[in-house]
């Protein structure tokens, strides 16, 4: 216990004073998992947004198979990158094999589901409210897309909220395409899952604090974002 108790000191120490090593690898984390976000959301949200508003054959397949990715494991989706990525892969000749760019894109391959499908949940009730007002302008399914997005901007922001929470706790897949690399690859996630098997308990304490700290401000940040859009509904 003693030990414990020094090494959680230890660990608050390096966070208050900036540690370096600390500090690289949560700006790694935050570049890869922040850019993961924004190139999913490309996809993930306006893909919701018409399956919202559209009807066609095949829908209920898309979104039943939208939900399930919601669950694809990340060591899954690590794999399938990395055969993409790989020398022998379609892509391997673009070099991107553990790089922080293999590992966005391991992100974003599984957070776009979870956009998508829940983007898709958050503006279909917005589109059963606008659908005769935007039909009577004449605004087919594609023309209404980016008035929902607009008007659903702060549902939206707490589906970024939780597809930003999920990227920076992955650990499977960007170790996968990533390699863990010290000073390189190496991510909040990974680096505390290496640093606990090695012993060096302050290190990973330090990591597991910052962490934290971010998963509570995600949560903080999507009931604000939550509470924000219930003014704005009920006002």
């Keep these: 216990m003693h030990d414990l108790g020094a090494a959680f000191s230890t660990?608050?120490?390096?966070v208050a004073a900036g540690d370096p090593a600390l500090a690289a690898i949560v700006g790694l984390s935050l570049r890869v998992s922040l850019t993961?976000?924004?190139?999913a959301a490309l996809v993930g949200l306006p893909l919701g947004a018409?399956?919202?508003?559209a009807r066609f054959p095949g829908r209920r397949g898309v979104v039943v198979a939208l939900?399930?990715?919601?669950?694809?494991?990340?060591?899954?989706?690590g794999l399938f990158i990395y055969l993409l990525l790989s020398r022998s892969g379609p892509l391997g000749p673009l070099g991107?094999?553990?790089t922080p760019t293999a590992m966005v894109v391991a992100q974003a391959v599984l957070i776009a589901p979870i956009l998508a499908a829940l983007s898709r949940q958050a503006l279909e009730a917005l589109w059963e409210e606008y659908a005769e007002q935007l039909r009577s302008f004449g605004a087919g399914p594609r023309?209404?897309?980016p008035t929902l997005l607009w008007d659903g901007r702060f549902a939206l922001l707490t589906v970024l909220l939780a597809g930003f929470g999920r990227a920076s706790a992955e650990v499977g897949a960007?170790?996968?395409?990533?390699?863990n690399i010290e000073g390189f690859t190496r991510v909040m996630t990974t680096a505390i899952a290496l640093e606990t098997s090695k012993g060096d308990l302050p290190l990973a304490l330090a990591l597991g604090v910052v962490l934290m700290a971010i998963v509570l401000t995600v949560n903080a940040l999507a009931q604000l974002a939550r509470d924000t859009a219930a003014r704005w509904a009920g006002g």
């Design 67 to 77: 939900n399930a990715l919601m669950g694809l494991p990340p060591v899954v989706a």
């Design 174 to 179: 960007v170790m996968v395409v990533g390699g």
């Design 11 to 14: 660990a608050l120490g390096l």
């Design 50 to 53: 018409l399956l919202a508003v």
């Design 143 to 145: 023309r209404a897309v």
């Design 96 to 98: 991107l094999l553990f």
């Design 36 to 39: 993961a976000v924004a190139l």
